[in-house]
């Protein structure tokens, strides 16, 4: 029997909840599904930093390498200052990883109350690629003369045509996949002048490679509104690493909350392991309470199953969210319902293993 090993890094905050309801979910299905898994669990985040100094050991990369996907649910801690946990945990292994590709679709869901107006599910259905490995994110920056009135700091974005060549391409390929074929490369080449007109330029020369995908250009604040007042428009959107982060987040609420939306950090060449995660965040205001919503993490593992070829399991866990999000009464907190994690997590095995068993019967 195929045996797929899986990294499972809860994190910190409501990721220590999110995580195990994921692995539940995930063996449910491999019970009935031709596969298993094999769980190893890195207690790496807040609390391992404050026992060692370091978010993840110096050679955990080392760890990871031979997983076949790693489940990741939050870097984030109120005690320690948020640019350790991120670039000390997340962002290690994204780069770590050369995870260059970050997929998040966006869908308004069965059953969601979703805030905009003359919007159904159909004008809602979107995938934004980001950039997942240099940008503003590249970490390249400094500070000098702290605590001085001279003090300097410095972030920069910096783009590399190898980079905007390969997230271009990828993000081509996925709009050329799906029935609409059409691409929104969001920009701000108005104001930022020098890389972002190479990232026009570059979008330009790799849609000649896929005549049949319909593309435009929208700046990313114009993105904002047009996301709001023409959702139906949208489709595929390939945006810089910053841009991405902002606009998926609105993305989100848009379809009803953050605690659905999923993401991928491919590394489409499969040369390392990629990373599935909810887009949450850790949420200490609800940690340990049972409130967190685990859809963002059901559906990122429907992301991961996907990414290792079982399309048949994957499509039947997103069947399941599907039941259970048209249900009212399994609806969390942020989605103005009263269920609990437990709740929710338990629906989503028990409609497994009914599908299963009425597999087996056929």
């Known amino acids: 029997m195929k045996t797929y090993k899986i990294a499972c890094i809860p994190g910190d905050g409501i990721g220590k909840e999110v995580v195990p309801a994921g692995q539940a979910v995930l063996q449910a299905l491999a019970e009935t599904a031709g596969f298993r898994f094999e769980f190893t669990t890195f207690g790496w985040g807040g609390d391992w930093y404050r026992a060692h100094g370091e978010m993840m050991p110096a050679d955990g990369l080392d760890a990871l390498r031979g997983m076949d996907a790693i489940l990741f649910g939050s870097a984030g801690d109120p005690k320690i200052p948020d640019h350790i946990t991120l670039w000390g945990l997340r962002l290690k292994i994204c780069q770590g990883f050369d995870q260059y590709a970050n997929v998040r679709p966006t869908r308004i869901l069965p059953g969601i109350d979703a805030p905009l107006k003359r919007c159904g599910p159909k004008d809602l259905d979107w995938v934004i690629v980001r950039e997942n490995s240099e940008g503003e994110y590249a970490g390249i ?6 605590g001085h009135p001279i003090e300097v700091a410095t972030d920069l974005s910096m783009m590399t045509r190898a980079g905007v060549e390969r997230i271009m391409r990828f993000a081509f390929k996925l709009a050329q996949s799906r029935p609409r074929k059409l691409l929104t490369v969001v920009t701000k080449s108005n104001a930022q002048r020098h890389a972002m007109v190479m990232w026009d330029e570059i979008a330009v020369q790799v849609s000649k490679e896929f005549p049949d995908v319909k593309w435009d250009k929208e700046l990313v604040d114009a993105c904002t509104a047009r996301m709001v007042n023409r959702p139906a428009s949208l489709d595929t959107l390939v945006c810089t690493n910053l841009h991405a982060d902002i606009l998926s987040d609105l993305a ?21 392991p990629s990373m599935f995660e909810p887009i949450h965040g850790s949420a200490f205001d609800i940690m340990g309470k049972g409130l967190a919503n685990p859809v963002g993490t059901f559906w990122s593992c429907v992301m991961l199953l996907e990414h290792l070829g079982e399309r048949e399991a994957a499509a039947r866990l997103m069947r399941a969210v599907e039941t259970i999000t048209a249900n009212p009464k399994l609806h969390t907190k942020d989605l103005g319902g009263n269920a609990r994690t437990e709740e929710v997590t338990n629906a989503v095995r028990a409609l497994l293993a009914q599908n299963g068993a009425a597999q087996r019967k056929t």
């Open 141 to 146: 920056g400094g500070r000098a003369h702290q």
């Open 252 to 272: 989100a609420a848009l379809a009803g909350s953050l605690g659905i939306a999923p993401t991928a950090n491919l590394d489409p060449e499969r040369r390392y």
